[in-house]
């Protein structure tokens, strides 16, 4: 069964996250790579919170008996298969997993610029995601 207070928590956690990294991204990009610590603070903050969200989704597909997915990247396409999430915004998302990885796994180096790019242009995408999921356990 699924736990809508499990859930809920997770959502408050991300929102968290979500303020924090507001706060730093209204420094202005050169001020954040000159200082690593707002740069550091982005990185972990990017991976607490999809962290948090690949909890949500593993939650969701096992205690709703969901087919198994092949990896986290692909939990976000089993929640579209089950009508969660829809499946643009699903393939929009998912590839979140992958810069978490090159985050904490340092698999190559990160162009910075990028990631402020993506981070600044992509971070509405984890509010959409929450209202999705609230939506879903509000249902169910």
Known sequence: MIDKEFIKSKIFFIKSYYDELEQILSFSDLEIKKDFIKLRAIERIIQLIVDEIIDINNHIIRYGSLKIPESFQSTFIVLAENNILPENFAKKIAPVVGLRNRLVHRYEKIDL????????????????????????????
């Open 113 to 140: 610029d990028l990631l402020l790019s993506l981070v600044r242009k992509n971070k509405e995408d984890f509010i959409e995601y929450l209202k999705y999921i609230f939506d879903f356990i509000e249902k169910s």
